[in-house]
């Protein structure tokens, strides 16, 4: 095999690369300022989470109590339907009663009145 031609290399040659080394790791490198910087940032950052988690606590405590004000206006309405059914049953009651007794009275006193409207009532 034929040796190649290579350059001797000479210690100040040496010492140049591993400066230049050193340089372009330096240039990558954070220096303290930079971490300074980045520490406020972070800080920063912190208190901005903060403020967040606690502007999602008081989120979480208003939507519970608008479920709490939905259940309680559900079971309200709920109620007043029930009422309201219960009350329209008893005045149709009332009514078929009452036409009832009108035709009863109409049939005793011998009156001429046209019941069909009476029905219409019902």
């Known amino acids: 095999m034929p040796k190649k031609n290579q350059k001797n290399m000479t210690i100040d040659d040496l010492a140049v690369m ?3 080394g050193f340089n372009e790791m330096q240039e990558t490198m954070a220096t303290k300022e930079n971490i300074k910087r980045l520490e406020g940032y972070i800080g920063s950052l912190s208190a901005d989470v903060n403020i967040l988690k606690s502007d999602v606590s008081i989120l979480k405590a208003d939507v ?5 004000d939905m259940n309680r206006l559900n079971n309200s309405v ?3 339907l029930e009422l309201s059914d219960k009350r329209y049953l ?3 009651q009332t009514n078929a009663m009452l036409v009832k007794y009108i035709k009863l009275i109409i049939a005793k006193t011998k009156i ?3 019941t069909k409207d009476l029905e219409s009532i019902l």
Do not use: F, I, T
């Not at 519970?64 to 709490?68: V, Y």
């Open 18 to 20: 591993v400066a230049e």
């Open 64 to 68: 519970s109590g608008l479920k709490k």
């Open 78 to 80: 709920k109620n007043y």
């Open 90 to 92: 008893e005045l149709r």
């Open 112 to 114: 001429s009145v046209n």
